[in-house]
């Protein structure tokens, strides 16, 4: 039998959905619905059908199912910037649960730009069931056009008729302004990210809005690259009018931002407190330790992901506001009491 059981493996012709079917004991119409649909067959049936479809080498084709099905079983997740640290969470929440689901998720760096960005989805629009746009860089009029074509869903970013996830922007620099207020700071630069970038406007309206009611004075600098390098850049422009309290778009450029500040011979947090967002990898390893505005990164990439899916199986949303993640303030060695 063992003998048999390997012979089976090493099929040398074209493994079917058939050869599947027999040998796990169900009908073909099963083992197609195990990977087109796996919503549809019983867990435990589908975990069997794919761990014998594993050992003869059968392997599902998804274009060859979508001229049935109109489905691929596979989705596109577009991102900004594939080397931020900010992504990495994000991303690997979204691929496990499309994975959880019997999708493939395929990803595509932007580095950016709004017209790599375009580019990319002109290629693989036609090929996957939906899109998850991360921190998108194109118009509001361009996501909308995608979105008549697939279904899509906008991650930290809130457009219009189209379905989002965002973190809670507005409540994660009101709580970092309140801590630099505590503190006795009295003044604060905001290091701002891209131009484009929805989350940055959103930070600073909210840090405005929040300085009002705290009493404080705030002043903006950038718009800036939101890497390590812009961080370090805004450095100079910060010392040409410097605040002992900073707020900086991302962690990478609080990171930036402190390396910078040390080289003007500027002491953190003696000197200046700083504050970043998204608590990436890495952020409690540098000197200070850095405090950051945190979300919950992979949540945030699986609950798009899991909305997506809703989406494509023709739920509709039943609401138009987008779907807040909450953030907190994780404080640690960058900030301290301002020595007046």
Same mark, same amino acid.
């Given at each position: 039998?063992?003998?048999?059981?390997?012979?089976?493996?090493?099929?040398?012709?074209?493994?079917?959905?058939?050869?599947?079917?027999?040998?796990?004991?169900?009908?073909?119409?099963?083992?197609?619905?195990?990977? @087109?649909?796996?919503?549809? &067959?019983?867990?435990?049936?589908?975990?069997?059908?794919?761990?014998? +479809?594993?050992?003869?080498?059968?392997?599902?084709?998804?274009?060859?199912?979508?001229?049935?099905?109109?489905?691929?079983?596979?989705?596109?997740?577009?991102?900004?910037?594939?080397?931020?640290?900010?992504?990495?969470?994000?991303?690997?929440?979204?691929?496990?649960? +499309? @994975?959880?689901?019997?999708?493939?998720?395929?990803?595509?760096?932007?580095?950016?730009?709004?017209?790599?960005?375009?580019?990319?989805?002109?290629?693989?629009?036609?090929?996957?069931?939906?899109?998850?746009?991360?921190?998108?860089?194109?118009?509001?009029?361009?996501?909308?056009?995608?979105?008549?074509?697939?279904?899509?869903?906008?991650?930290?970013?809130?457009?219009?008729?189209?379905?989002?996830?965002?973190?809670?922007?507005?409540?994660?620099?009101?709580?970092?302004?309140?801590?630099?207020?505590?503190?006795?700071?009295?003044?604060?630069?905001?290091?701002?990210?891209?131009?484009?970038?929805?989350?940055?406007?959103?930070?600073?309206?909210?840090?405005?809005?929040?300085?009002?009611?705290?009493?404080?004075?705030?002043?903006?600098?950038?718009?800036?690259?939101?890497?390590?390098?812009?961080?370090?850049?805004?450095?100079?422009?910060?010392?040409?009018?410097?605040?002992?309290? &900073?707020?900086?778009?991302?962690?990478?450029?609080?990171?930036?931002?402190?390396?910078?500040?040390? +080289?003007?011979?500027?002491?953190?947090?003696?000197?200046?407190?700083?504050?970043?967002?998204?608590?990436?990898?890495?952020?409690?390893?540098?000197?200070?330790?850095?405090?950051?505005?945190?979300?919950?990164?992979?949540?945030?990439? @699986?609950?798009?992901?899991?909305?997506?899916?809703?989406?494509?199986?023709?739920?509709?949303?039943?609401?138009?506001?987008?779907?807040?993640?909450?953030?907190?303030?994780?404080?640690?060695?960058?900030?301290?009491?301002?020595?007046?």
């Amino acid at each position: 039998m063992a003998g048999d059981h390997d012979n089976r493996r090493r099929h040398s012709g074209a493994v079917t959905i058939y050869d599947v079917a027999r040998e796990v004991g169900v009908a073909p119409s099963t083992v197609s619905r195990a990977f @087109s649909r796996p919503g549809r &067959v019983n867990a435990e049936t589908a975990e069997r059908i794919r761990r014998v +479809a594993d050992e003869l080498g059968y392997r599902a084709n998804p274009m060859a199912r979508a001229l049935t099905t109109a489905r691929t079983s596979m989705v596109a997740m577009v991102t900004a910037d594939i080397t931020n640290p900010v992504f990495f969470e994000i991303i690997r929440g979204a691929d496990e649960a +499309a @994975s959880q689901a019997g999708y493939v998720m395929l990803l595509a760096d932007t580095q950016e730009s709004d017209r790599r960005e375009r580019d990319s989805l002109d290629r693989v629009v036609s090929n996957v069931d939906g899109i998850v746009l991360t921190s998108s860089r194109m118009s509001d009029s361009a996501i909308r056009m995608i979105a008549k074509q697939k279904p899509t869903i906008v991650l930290n970013r809130a457009v219009t008729d189209v379905p989002s996830v965002v973190t809670d922007d507005a409540r994660g620099v009101r709580r970092a302004a309140e801590h630099l207020g505590g503190y006795g700071h009295r003044a604060i630069t905001y290091i701002a990210g891209p131009e484009a970038s929805w989350a940055d406007g959103m930070r600073w309206r909210g840090l405005r809005e929040a300085a009002l009611e705290l009493e404080l004075t705030v002043r903006r600098v950038g718009p800036g690259v939101p890497t390590v390098d812009g961080g370090d850049a805004a450095a100079q422009r910060w010392s040409e009018h410097p605040t002992s309290g &900073v707020i900086a778009y991302n962690a990478q450029m609080a990171i930036g931002f402190i390396r910078g500040a040390r +080289a003007l011979g500027a002491q953190v947090p003696d000197e200046v407190s700083v504050i970043g967002f998204d608590n990436i990898f890495g952020a409690e390893l540098v000197t200070p330790p850095l405090t950051t505005v945190a979300a919950p990164l992979r949540a945030l990439g @699986s609950t798009a992901v899991r909305t997506l899916l809703r989406l494509i199986g023709g739920k509709r949303m039943t609401t138009r506001r987008p779907l807040v993640v909450p953030t907190r303030l994780v404080v640690r060695g960058s900030t301290a009491r301002h020595q007046a």
